[in-house]
């Protein structure tokens, strides 16, 4: 297992199939939360460090709970259907862990961005990312499952927090009445995702 | 104590309920969606290896390899599963190898997120190009007009890089796996 | 709102007045994610109102019994169960489209619509409202979304339902394929978000509503 593979994966998620503006994934917060920079930039450090926890936690779930028991009873697969229910469960419970953990022992830390936890947990970009890792042939060892998660949440606060930049100019701007809040911030968005187009390729 | 049992009861009910919901509903269809799964990588064997009666899953330096079988039991190929970093994601195929494994004898990509109207069509007859190759030898991919005799395949206009990804996916492959195939003849 | 609606008048408000995307701005990332094709938009709002219908059925029934402050764990057990059953259905029977659709059937867990409506019509109201509303709002979403899949799908690649509809002029190496790819969903739904408030500003001006 080389230091390229994990470099490969990294960039991969952070950028080339970026979770929000290839992969779809946290467009609500994308939309509501990115409204001012240090805002954006509070949710983006939250959300990379759920995900990280998140991916983590959930590849255990498969590798050290679920495998095991079907294999025990002859079917590896024999309890995935209990995936879905049972990822959703534990990112909710982590951040509850988490919110309570920082709010005891890192006080700044938590009036930083712990006001952002309770709304992550419907955050698609969390379980997506836990979803993918699950599902791509390349994060099957714990390493490359927590380096995915990590480069998922960073590129996520690089998509958020460069959006709000740009959102910060556009109240400025004079934005027809009909376009105004939601379809000027997808039509920005979309210009963006255009921009990140431009990352394909660099995988290799 | 009461307050615990008073409060989540039904949280604990609803979950064992679910749960028996869910066991019958994967005991119903599991059998189904096996079929699916297996009849979707039985159709691409089938497509780069020509005659396919039964098959052998075998595990050939970490690559999942199908040692295909015809009626008669006699080896009719083998079929190598492989991923590999495409243009925008990875690429998944299989690559079928003759017997003796001196041949390509086809390739099919299965899974892929390459760019609709160009990349991807590496997914359709473009990969048609890859039968009868010589699968002792590098195989490239150029611009422009290609010479089967030197083991060349034809770019697709416009997604050049795809076209080498999976040039390049097919070739380690086979580079790695085809030296063992001998063993488990 | 303050007089009590008929059960039709939710249906409706879900499907038009309060449609969840177009209006709410719920659910954004499948609308996003699946509307390549009216196909996938298709399927992805059936197994999204089939999930609604039956998470807002459970929460309804059960809405006496309900704890406040484990709820939100109810309506996530249920809707999670709900969605598995509806990827095993999916996996089963329509396996080409369910592969397509890849993760954003699970994701329907984490789309906030579903939980929006538990929250805000299903623990408070009786069971035949809520299905009401269910059924609106999931035909609302389904409407949006296939508005952006045919769309999307005539412009990036001159087919609906995979038949082709635009002449071979067209096909031949002049489809916006920008339209199929993550842009083209983010600047068509802007438009289209929009064109539906600007009607909804003429007809606020008018005097109808």
Known sequence: MSIGVLVGIFLSVALVNNLVLAGFLGICPFLGVSRKVDMAFGMGCAVTFVITISGVVTWLIVHAILTPI??????????????????????ASMVQLVEMYLKKFF??????????????????????????????????????????????????????TIMAGIREHVRFSDVPKCLQGAGITLLVAGILALAFTGFTGIGK | ??????????????????????????????????????????????????????????????????????????????????????????????????????????????????????????????????????????IEAIKGEANRDNNEVQAITGATYSSTYVTDIVNDVIERVRPMLEEHR | MAKEVSNLEQFKDGVLGNNPVLV????????????????????????????????????????????????????????????????????????????????FVPLIIVNCMIICRAEVVAIKKGVAKSLADAFGIGIGFTLALSILGVVREILGSGTLMNRQVLPDAFLDGHTWVIMVLPPGAFLTLGVVVGVVNHVRARGAKGGAA
Request: glycine share 8%; aromatic share 8%.
């Open chain 2, 1 to 138: 104590m009461k307050k615990f049992v008073d409060e989540s009861w039904l949280v604990l009910v609803m979950g064992v309920v679910f749960a028996c919901l869910l066991a019958g509903t994967q005991t119903s269809l599991e059998a189904r969606i096996l079929e699916n799964q297996a009849r979707a990588l039985n159709e691409a064997i089938a497509e780069v290896v020509p005659v396919v009666d039964t098959m052998e899953t075998l595990t050939v330096d970490g690559n999942t390899v199908y040692k295909c079988l015809d009626k008669e039991g006699n080896l009719a190929g083998w079929a190598v599963d492989a991923v590999g970093t495409g243009f925008v994601d990875k690429i998944r195929l299989v690559a079928g190898l003759s017997p003796d494994g001196s041949r390509v004898t086809g390739i099919k990509v299965i899974e892929d997120l390459e760019t609709p109207g160009l990349g991807n069509k590496i997914e359709g007859e473009w990969a048609d190009q890859y039968k009868g190759l010589d699968a002792s030898r590098k």
């Open chain 1, 70 to 91: 079907g294999n025990a009873i002859g079917n590896p697969g024999a309890l995935y259907f209990l995936k879905y229910v049972a990822f959703i469960m534990v990112i």
């Open chain 3, 24 to 103: 709410q701005l719920l659910g954004m990332c499948p609308t996003l994610a699946v509307t390549n094709s009216l196909e996938n938009a298709l399927v992805m709002g059936m197994a999204a109102t089939f999930v609604v219908v039956m998470s807002n059925l459970i929460t309804s029934t059960l809405r006496n019994l309900i704890k406040p402050h484990v709820r939100i764990l109810i309506f996530t057990l249920t809707i999670a169960t709900f969605v598995t059953i509806a990827d095993l259905t999916l996996k089963a029977y329509i396996f080409e489209v369910s592969k397509k659709l890849g993760a």
């Open chain 1, 107 to 160: 006080p700044p830390l938590y009036t930083a961005f712990g006001v952002f936890l309770p709304l992550i947990t419907t955050n698609c970009a969390i379980l997506g990312a836990c979803l993918y890792i699950d599902m791509k042939p390349e994060t099957q060892n714990l390493l490359n499952a927590a380096v995915y998660a990590f480069g998922g949440g960073l590129g996520f606060m690089l998509a958020i």
